[in-house]
């Protein structure tokens, strides 16, 4: 079957780095998405890999290794507005969006 | 990126009454969408594929006869919630996925109550 695996809770501190991370398991791989959704909210896209290394985007940068099944989010200079849920979501071979379950970030001060 | 807008944001209902919720594409045409559901704290899972002019695809343990999907026109697709149930309380949200490297694009989401 096919398997998103995400930590389920991580907590931080304001202005630190966070790292999200996400393992997979799919038949076939076509790229692999971090959204970020606050409670009741649709999620809203983040990043997008589909080929192996890192993705830079202002304070987030994802980063991807097709061969270990494995993605990162990280985040920096956390910001309280940061504490959301975050879904990792890989394309599969069907170019069906699987969800992980997402990892729910806790930013303190 | 496309814009897409579900309606309503929030609905309460009485046992045994229907829901529909639409969901439109205000500037692409989507031929395919796509509905999900979420219960507090858990993930998003596909409910249905929702094809233009044809019939949907319903994954596997979705009722068909209880949630009516339509997709009669490229911008609008709708969800019924038929003889709604407490269980079927939940946070439906509709997508429109591009091909490629292209995001999913979400409607704003529908929080059902049933009660």
């Known amino acids: 079957g096919q398997n998103i695996d995400q930590p389920t809770e991580m907590t931080a501190t304001e202005g630190a780095i966070v790292q999200i991370n996400c393992t997979y398991q799919?038949?076939?791989?076509?790229?692999l998405f971090w959204y970020q959704q606050h409670a009741g909210e649709a999620p809203t896209f983040l990043s997008y890999n589909v080929l192996d290394g890192l993705e830079e985007k202002g304070r987030f940068s994802s980063f991807l290794s097709r061969s270990k099944g494995y993605s990162y989010l990280l985040l920096k200079e956390l910001q309280m507005k940061d504490s959301a849920s975050y879904l990792c979501a890989v394309r599969d071979g069907n170019y069906q969006l699987i969800w992980g379950a997402g990892t729910k970030l806790i930013i303190k001060p | 990126g496309a814009v897409v807008s579900q309606h309503p944001s929030w609905v309460i209902c009485k046992s045994g009454t229907s829901v529909k919720i639409e969901c439109r594409s205000l500037?692409?045409?989507?031929?395919?969408m796509f509905w999900y559901r979420q219960f507090p704290k858990q993930s998003l899972m596909l409910m249905a594929t929702s094809n233009e002019g044809s019939k949907a695809t319903y994954e596997q343990g979705v009722e068909k006869d209880k949630f009516l999907i339509n997709h009669a026109s490229l911008t609008l697709s709708t969800l019924t919630v038929t003889s709604a149930h407490p269980e079927d309380s939940s946070f439906y949200i509709c997508?429109?996925?591009?091909?490629?490297?292209?995001?999913?694009?979400f409607g704003q989401g529908t929080r059902l109550t049933v009660v």
């Open positions: 500037d692409f045409q989507a031929t395919t």
């Open positions: 997508s429109v996925a591009g091909g490629g490297d292209t995001e999913a694009f």
């Open positions: 799919t038949s076939g791989f076509n790229g």
